[in-house]
């Protein structure tokens, strides 16, 4: 099983950044997909989530209509597309995989810094 995340960087306040994380190794159709994140000595918080068919998305409110998630199935990746992007929205960004009653996956992370 593998989840590998891409699309992090180095980005000005108000920029944009488009991650990805590619599955492999599952059935990802079957798993509802989430991002999360973690500052420098915070918690890891949740940023958003998708259904298994992509049809219901929810977001923490500080990335509320900024923020939008996506997932291909037939491409078994999921996106998360970040405009206007603040400071504080630099951590490093996780990709998950849960299915009720089954093992959650986690990716490795990428490094997303919003700075001048």
């Known amino acids: 099983v593998q989840l590998v995340e891409s699309g992090g960087g180095l980005v000005q306040p108000g920029g944009s950044l488009r991650l990805s994380c590619a599955a492999s190794?599952?059935?990802?159709?079957?798993?509802?997909m989430s991002w999360y994140r973690q500052a420098p000595g915070k918690e890891r918080e949740l940023v958003a989530t998708?259904?298994?068919?992509?049809?219901?998305?929810n977001y923490a409110d500080p990335v509320k209509g900024r923020f939008i998630i996506s997932r291909d199935n037939a491409k078994n990746t999921v996106y998360l597309q970040m405009d206007s992007l603040k400071p504080e929205d630099t951590a490093v960004y996780y990709c998950n995989a849960a299915r009720s009653g089954w093992k959650a996956y986690w990716g490795q992370g990428t490094q997303v810094t919003v700075s001048i």
């Open positions: 998708i259904s298994s068919g992509g049809s219901s998305r």
């Open positions: 190794g599952f059935t990802f159709s079957s798993y509802v």
